[in-house]
């Protein structure tokens, strides 16, 4: 067997980091950030304490990757030609992607909301650098309104997105409770998408 390249390593290393964020995100969403200890978190993960620290210098840093994990995720979808400028097809594809990682990856984003929303949590989202980059999202938001001649463009700014994240906190509410029908949050995206793309 030949020895592994650096690309390998570097492969496993990023495969392991993932998944030492999947499990603290679980145990952050279940338990509450607060209460999770580095310990308890590198025997969820499979490792040694001291290893969890080959990864993450604290759970602080733990906690700042996942967000910035989740939030490049969602910023990746807009503007994907990143010219700064949005688009009405951006727009609409920026939706219909959002609703489908809803569908297909529910479970992730349940618990992502349920770790934003932790008090203790909101002090780390002030820094972020990934959080603080959604300020240039809302800019382009504001640019597309306006460009779209709403009447109140920063209304609809804050309209929509109050529409997009609240249907996410929804979910978590009413999850496992009410499993909302497929047809119904069809429904929804194309209601969305009729408001904001005529």
Excluded: C
């Amino acid at each position: 067997m030949s020895p592994r390249t650096p690309e390998q390593f570097e492969e496993m290393r990023e495969s392991r980091r993932l998944q030492i964020m999947g499990t603290a995100l679980k145990l952050f969403a279940l338990e509450g950030y607060g209460h999770a200890s580095i310990s308890r978190l590198a025997s969820e993960a499979g490792i040694s304490k001291g290893l969890m620290y080959n990864y993450f210098e604290s759970k602080e840093a733990l906690l700042g990757a996942i967000i910035e994990h989740g939030m490049s995720q969602i910023m990746d979808l807009f503007d994907p030609d990143h010219d700064g400028v949005l688009k009405a097809e951006e727009m609409e594809g920026f939706i219909r992607t959002i609703f489908d990682a809803v569908r297909n990856h529910q479970e992730y984003w349940i618990l992502f909301i349920s770790v934003l929303l932790q008090p203790n949590v909101k002090e780390h989202l002030i820094d972020n650098p990934m959080v603080l980059s959604m300020q240039k999202f809302m800019a382009m938001l504001l640019q597309y309104f306006e460009n779209r001649g709403f009447e109140d463009p920063a209304l609809e700014m804050i309209t929509f997105s109050a529409m997009i994240e609240g249907f996410g906190v929804l979910l978590i509410y009413a999850y496992p409770i009410y499993d909302f029908p497929e047809e119904l949050m069809t429904r929804y995206e194309n209601r969305i998408i009729e408001m904001y793309t005529r």
